[in-house]
């Protein structure tokens, strides 16, 4: 007996092995019902407080189980085309532009320290890593950006802080390594492309499940950002719709939190002008709804691309 | 042999990146740096962006009286903890005009939001940026900020530019000028608002009238209790006492315990949620250790097993202001100054009682916590001065800044009160309410509003006039030697506070007797030790009174 048939007798068993009684299919299928609802359950919620009307809030708490449901939230968000709209079109300008360069840097990165006839590689390479263990720290990083930059108040603010990413690039690194043969490019020399042809007509077309996977990252890193508006906006017309979310959520919990140490009248006066429990929850609604829908769409390369990231044989 | 080349090469490369990035990052590295030398007027020029200041800044005071001089034209930026407005513009352009006129300067207003400003503010001081006039207070990091030198000494330039100010300060608010020194030095322009520190409640007349309640005659926190009662057996929708996560009792209220001698405890600032010190022994004590607190919290205990606080007390962020509004509460808590009567009022739409909880005290806390201070970076210090100057005496200015511009903002009425324009409901919906009058500036210039009492501000000149006036004033905790114990004592005293105001502690002795002992594991007497130090330290050089 081969060693082949060997093994196929062996993946034979243990797949009977494997094949699990009904009450074990039955006790894991609720495990996982019951799991994906304790996820589904809170945004659930979320979308009912949001729908509430504010007095039933406040007599009843929060509960799945509302006696009237009212659009007043989403009406009143609506009715303040500066802050949903015109944030909205801020956070779809990084998003796109953002995840264009930062995609486009990451590549221009990694390719060249993938290739093994690349004098430096391994410079650079670590180059790039010691950025992921030494950083230059919060103040440094506002000079550079603010004082050297002066980004202070633009929408590149919001774009170039977050544009390079050591991580991602030592992923696509890893990725252009292991999955692109050295023969292929080695063929495309011979027959007479040129190195920026190499990359983008024969490399970038066979990495799309790593550029997916990478993309929605980057996408997920504009879309959720919040931090640069804080450290370097003042012009309300360039806040991203996080931001204004975030800032809206914050304000009312630090508030609370310190109502204490505020002078009381302050905190009152402050509060009294916060938007309500059911406004809160609709801003929390809206600001996932689009990325909601982007996420299925990027699934598929999503899963394919992560797998061949792996190490494999 | 080649293996070294490359070494030595990629070591090169290394030097000329490091040497490239440390370029780039030189010119903003080298003016905080500067910043940091001590001599004041030389570096206020190095540290702006135009080095080409006026002569102004020299060491020498010029002679003339400098507001009739040609001043050079200065843009100044002015950071204040607010939310951000709607419609902040045309104010701002209002104010541009207004100090192009006076001083031949404009005050950029920045609102930092209270949450955001924690983070923010230390970066912007930090990294050499033009902040001219910056709002600070003890909470948010004065002490700190003082002793890192971000901040200008403002003794001369107050004594130069601004003894208007201090002939309205002497009238409104007597000694306010020393709370917030700091080793003799003044390094903030207080706010001229209510100098005395109270608590009190602020019960609903409608309410009170229905039962009978005598206000008036409310001294301790258990002289409550019959009230609490009775709207429990009489209000079944409304939570006779409503507390909401770490809320609540404030931590010096009058209690059957200190009853007789309310005043013999003081807080001390920087440290007002753990610290006191009892001025019979000059001790410096843990709260949570006295016969005072135990007596608080056991009664709020009670008060929650007879279901007087609400249940979820320790857990709940609903504040008791929305309660309130949602009909769920007949009392809400707030500060004891007289105006903060008719601010209640307007903010809940109802009329009051109130009953002071505390004795009013003069302290160094409430006096340092609205500060205007000048940093290092400012463009031009004595144009700083002269602002505060203007917002301390000039009433066009602080009207200009508090309720906008008349005709958007605001109408003036028949008696020269201000109201709101027609088919607004707050001032909010004008797009313009900082709601920052209590935190720059001269309160009292504020010109009244139609719903105000006419005798607002002379009622807070008298409070300001005969509260007692604190025994340590000007004290405060200088927690740089003790940050890390500090830090580590707040974690743990902020872990079990929201319970004890709740009363769901099972064994009030228990739980502060474990509250105790951790903080003390975690380095709490190091604390009182370095705080009774300072302390003994204050009373040798300044006394006791």
Redesign the interface.
Known sequence: MSDHDKRNAVSAKSLHINRSPWYANLAIHIVFILFSLACLAPLALLVIISLTPE?LI??NGYTFFTRELTLNAYEFLFS?P?LVINAYSVTFFIVIVGTFISLFITILYAYPISRMDFP?RN?FSM?IVLTMLFNGG???T???N???LHLRNTVWALVLPLIGSAFYILIARTFFRNTIPGELLESARIDGASEGRILFQIVLPLSLPMLATIGLFIVFRYWNDWFQA??YL?D?KLYPLQFVMN?AL??V?????????????????????MPS?SLRMAMAVTSIGPIVIAYPFFQKYFISGLTVGAVKG | MKHRVKIVRMFMLTLIMLSLLASCGASGATKTTQAEVTDQKADIQTATDDSTAPDVETEKKPETNPLTEDLAFVELNYYIRASEQDNAEPVQKAMDEYFRDKLNCTVHVYPVPGQEWVQKMPLTLSSGEQVDLVFDQANTGFYTNVSNNLYLPLDALVAEFATDMLAEMDVNTPGLIDAPKVDGVLYGIPCQKQTAQSEAWYFRKDICDKYEFKIDELVTLQDLEPLLITIKDNEPDMVPYYVSAGTGVHMEWTTDAIKDNPFRYEELNGAVNLLIVDLETDKVMNHYETEWDLDRYTTLKRWQDEGLINPDAATTTTGGGDMFRAGKGWMVGGGGAPTTLSTYEVLFGTEFYRWRATQPITNTYQNTTALTCITRTTADAERSMMVINLFHTDREIVDLFNSGIEGTNYIVNAKGHFELPEGMTSQSDTGYAYGFETFFGNMFLNTLWENQPEDRYVELREYNQNARRSKIMGFYVDMKNITTEYAAVEAIRTQYAPILKAGAAQDVQATLDELNEKMYANGLQKIIDEVQTQYDEFIETHGKG
């Open positions: 007095n406040l007599q303040k500066d430096f410079f180059f919060l103040t440094a506002y000079l550079v603010v004082r050297l804080l450290l003042t309300k800032r914050m304000n919990q630090y508030l609370q939190q310190n109502i204490s140490t505020l002078s009381s009248e302050e905190a009152m006066i402050e509060l009294a002008k429990e």
